[in-house]
């Protein structure tokens, strides 16, 4: 089993729709996780951060984290098609050796005008 | 502000040529340094991490090398390029605490 599960999409979907990314991982002893977005030939950008279970909002983006059943989430709201890239989850350990974070494979979301 | 550098965005090279890509970071002290290398469909693929000047650690057996010559810059190289070394390579930074990675870029390598 992959310490990390993204499904790769593609995703497309209209302007102004919902959208819903999500990884699912094995390892319990993950605490902090992340979603990058990464815009065609760039370089991944840190999009949202959060620390153990719970929901973090930022603007149109929702970062949720279900530690219980191992399940993070990411919902875009009133999508763009600025917001067309993939998505990458990540996330790491506490303590300890915390310089490697764990990527997902990426969701490629496409946004249709 | 921190900021990180890589060169070059492109790159073509015959197999068996050497290679060096650099990255280097502004605006910060002793950071975590790493070198990623994305393939399609395959993700992200850690090769080389370094915690301070002349600490490397490898992810995997290749044919890639790193080193870290000073606290801010980190080099990947190959003495000779296999095809399959194509890819677009990452460098990234962390600081303390987990906070997540900055990245540069990228290079895109094509070897022929």
């Known amino acids: 089993q992959k310490e990390v599960e993204q499904d790769p999409g593609p995703l497309s979907v209209p302007e102004g729709a919902i959208v819903s990314l999500n990884c699912t991982y094995s390892n319990s002893a993950f605490q902090y996780f992340m979603w990058y977005r990464q815009y065609s030939r760039k370089g991944p950008e840190l999009l949202m951060y959060?620390?153990?279970?719970g929901n973090k909002e930022d603007g149109r983006f929702t970062a949720q984290v279900d530690k219980s059943s191992k399940y993070i989430s990411l919902f875009i709201r009133d999508s763009q098609p600025s917001d067309s890239a993939t998505y990458l989850c990540a996330m790491t350990r506490s303590g300890g050796s915390n310089y490697k974070l764990t990527f997902g494979k990426g969701t490629l979301l496409t946004v249709n005008p | 502000s921190q900021t990180i550098h890589q060169w070059p965005a492109t790159l073509v090279q015959p197999v068996g040529s050497p290679l060096s890509l650099e990255c280097t970071v502004e605006?910060?002290?002793?950071?975590?340094l790493y070198w990623y290398r994305q393939a399609a469909g395959r993700g992200l693929q850690l090769l080389f991490y370094s915690v301070g000047i002349g600490q490397i650690s490898s992810e995997v057996p290749q044919n890639l090398s790193a080193s870290r010559p000073q606290d801010r810059q980190f080099i990947l190289s190959s003495k000779k390029l296999l095809l399959s070394d194509s890819g677009f390579y990452l460098c990234?930074?962390?600081?303390?605490?987990?906070?997540?990675?900055?990245f540069g870029s990228g290079t895109r390598l094509t070897v022929v």
């Open positions: 605006g910060t002290s002793n950071p975590n």
């Open positions: 990234a930074w962390s600081g303390t605490g987990n906070y997540g990675y900055t």
């Open positions: 959060t620390y153990s279970s």
